[in-house]
């Protein structure tokens, strides 16, 4: 092997002689280990960063403030939520590095705050003034003219009086539930003393009264005929509050929103039916504990305190927004018709060994030859087609699926549904467990049982996350297997904006593996064996660990050592004490890591030889791909797994080895070094948790991989 390249990008690192002893466990060691929240947050704020570079199109850029939001919403739906209920129990459980629930709050609150205002000040200041100046346009009701105003008003009493339902707190009315992440007016009213028969009634004191912006209505209400110019719908909502409480005065009002603790957790061993019991748990999520209160920057210090108070929250919780309270709303504008605010339309492409046999039999083609697809370069269609094929060819005689994230309209599960119809063996494992889908998951897991599809929900105590799908084929010589295994979901529309990859094979260890693990998913196999697929909770965690000892121990012995990962996060403690061992050992490590990375690199002694990168840009990075030198035998992986506790231990997981030399010289010099070459959207972590810029040399040209991956074929 020549090793040349990878030699050359390690220059600068130096083996260390220093060994910093490590503990039997990690955990409770701040040196060692970085705080998992806090890592998430750094992730966020590489997002922010794409918001704020003027380089990007407009459009592009509010996409990312979009983001940005979306993103914090589950982080206090879910982990926030978490540690305010370690707090609220007395647990006193560390986090890995150390920190109690109580000093991850205060260190998430103080980090958040000024990125959330330079969020707004980006989008307030920035992005929505230029994109005035490009024609579109978000007028405050304030500032439309009398004859804009007429018109909003009467669209207001078409379109949205009728759903509205004020709600007042008085000794008869107590303080409405305010449900997760809506949109809410609070206002304060009193009586109109000018009301005729008004003084026959006595004086009455002012009243707290909200309103619930209508999520069935458009939140960006179009002004006059024009199709680039919107003003918000809660100010409308706000300039006609009066008409919904006759013979009083709307003395105040301002905007506020609640984030409640989405997080679902089931007594599976006491479900005697996972699917009811899911959809009785989601009735329940929208009652979880408030664990964020958004209020407009203007909100009175009374009233903000009272609704504090009558929603359950603390000060600590509350986020005061000098700007809109729902930035995904203006996602809306995205969809506009303003090409040259976006980025480059994407130009996909098919394998080459698929165009230059287009009038050959898929199954031939992929009997000949292992076929890699990367997404979202190579379009989805490969994927779709292979299923679509399968459920209408008459050899065919079963189709088996994994099925976690499908998407609303989902084309796959409806060749299912044909498949079965028509008489094949079709299993499908629905993961009704899969976080924020599970309502989606529900509705196909009840179409596909109605269409005949054998209909499986998961394991008892594992959430199945692995993306496999089984062909068995009728052919001359009996029957035949195909697989398909990848990196990410069956979801052609996620497939557009997520890198993945995926492997179409008829290798026969492969298919009996499949079959294997099938047989495990929807019976009573206990399978603790495989002959290529590592499978997790049974051998990935003991698999990928016995590899990087590998590498450690060649380089022990003064052989090369090499470790190439990409993932989207890195937060096993077992895996991350194994690369710490390789470091010292002299071992070379790449970690390319998107999200939350828990490794501390570059520290000598200890992570001298670990370098540790996260590329966030137009595509989410999704895909995880795994590389050993092995002494010039190279091995690689690619599947469903991120180097975490959760996916090692508590979910069901595939990878599967790439055993085509040309396909593992592609994922080598095409996908891997090339995403180590990117100086324009990768980011370095430093020993101090902090990331930066990949800075270029002088001479070093500009090279951004996502930009090259673009038209490449496989």
């Not at 982990?79 to 260190?107: F, H, W, Y």
């Not at 009086?161 to 709600?167: C, N, S």
């Not at 964020?292 to 359950?312: F, Q, T, W």
């Not at 929807?522 to 660990?545: C, D, F, W």
């Amino acid at each position: 092997m020549d090793t040349a390249i990878t030699e050359a990008q390690f220059k600068e690192a130096t083996i260390t002689k220093q060994i910093i002893e490590l503990p039997e466990s990690l955990l409770h060691h701040k040196n060692l280990l970085f705080n998992r929240e806090l890592s998430w947050v750094e992730f966020n704020r590489r997002v922010l960063e794409e918001a704020l570079d003027e380089t990007q199109p407009l459009l592009e850029r509010l996409k990312f403030l979009s983001i940005f939001s979306t993103n914090l919403d589950e982080f206090f739906m879910i982990r926030v939520s978490g540690l305010k209920d370690q707090l609220e129990d007395n647990a006193v459980e560390l986090s890995s590095d150390g920190m109690t629930p109580a000093e991850q709050l205060k260190e998430l609150r103080e980090r958040l705050l000024p990125m959330i205002e330079e969020q707004m000040r980006c989008l307030c200041e920035d992005v929505l003034p230029k994109l005035e100046d490009e024609g579109i346009v978000i007028k405050s009701y304030e500032d439309l003219t009398d004859d804009e105003r007429h018109a909003l008003n009467i669209y207001f009493m078409q379109n949205v009086f009728p759903v509205l339902t004020p709600q007042a707190v008085d000794p008869s009315h107590k303080f409405p539930y305010i449900s997760n992440l809506s949109l809410n007016l609070g206002l304060i009213i009193e009586p109109d003393e000018t009301t005729v028969g008004f003084s026959s009634l006595g004086k009455s004191e002012a009243r707290f009264a909200r309103i619930k912006v209508p999520p069935i209505v458009p939140r960006l209400v179009p002004v006059g005929n024009s199709e680039n110019c919107f003003t918000w719908l809660g100010q409308l909502i706000a300039a006609n509050a009066s008409l919904l409480f006759p013979g009083m005065h709307v003395k105040q009002s301002y905007m506020f929103r609640v984030t409640r603790d989405a997080d679902i957790e089931i007594r599976e061993d006491e479900a005697g039916d996972l699917l009811r019991v899911m959809e009785q748990e989601l009735q329940q999520r929208r009652f979880g504990t408030a664990a964020r209160l958004e209020v407009h920057n203007d909100m009175p210090d009374e009233m903000l305190d009272y609704l504090a108070k009558s929603i359950g929250v603390t000060n600590d919780d509350v986020y005061r927004i000098n700007g809109p309270l729902n930035v995904s709303d203006l996602m809306a504008l995205y969809k506009l018709e303003k090409p040259e605010l976006k980025d480059k339309p994407l130009h996909t492409t098919v394998p080459e060994v698929f165009k230059q046999n287009s009038n050959k039999p898929i199954f031939d083609i992929i009997k000949e030859q292992d076929v890699l697809v990367h997404h979202p370069y190579t379009t989805y269609s490969t994927v779709t087609d292979f299923i679509n094929t399968a459920a209408k060819d008459r050899d065919v005689l079963a189709i088996k699926i994994c099925l976690y994230r499908t998407g609303q309209h989902s084309p796959i599960v409806q060749a299912l549904m044909q498949a079965s119809e028509a008489g094949k063996q079709v299993a499908a494992l629905v993961e009704l467990k899969a976080r924020f889908d599970e309502e989606n998951n529900i509705g196909w897991a009840r179409r596909l049982e109605r269409a005949g599809v054998h209909v499986v929900y998961g394991l008892l105590g594992l959430k199945t996350h692995c993306k496999m799908a089984l062909v068995v084929r009728r052919e001359n010589n009996g029957l035949k297997r195909y697989v398909h295994i990848a990196t990410g979901n069956y979801n052609p529309t996620t497939s557009r904006i997520y890198t993945d990859f995926g492997l179409f094979t008829a290798d026969e260890e492969i298919g009996a593996d499949a079959t294997d693990l099938f047989n495990f998913l929807t019976g009573y196999s206990r399978q603790t064996h495989y002959r290529k697929l590592l499978v997790a909770p049974v051998n990935m965690r003991e698999k990928m660990i016995w590899l990087i000892k590998r590498e450690t121990e060649n380089a022990k012995k003064g052989l090369p050592a090499r470790i190439i990962a990409k993932i989207n996060s890195l937060t096993d403690t077992q895996v991350i004490h194994a690369l710490y061992e390789a470091s010292q050992a002299g071992v070379c490590v790449d970690l390319i890591v998107r999200g939350v990375c828990m490794l501390r690199p570059n520290v000598e002694g200890l992570s001298g030889n670990i370098r540790v990168r996260s590329i966030v840009g137009r595509f989410l990075e999704h895909s995880r791909l795994f590389y050993f030198l092995n002494e010039g035998n190279e091995e690689i992986f690619i599947g469903s797994a991120d180097w975490m506790k959760r996916n090692l231990s508590h979910r069901v997981e595939v990878f599967t080895p790439i055993c085509d030399a040309r396909l593992r010289r592609y994922l080598k010099e095409e996908i891997l070094l090339n995403y180590l070459r990117d100086n324009v959207k990768a980011r370095w972590l430093s020993a101090d948790g902090t990331y930066s810029r990949v800075k270029s040399n002088e001479n070093e040209e500009i090279f951004e991989s996502q930009s090259f991956f673009v038209g490449r074929s496989i």
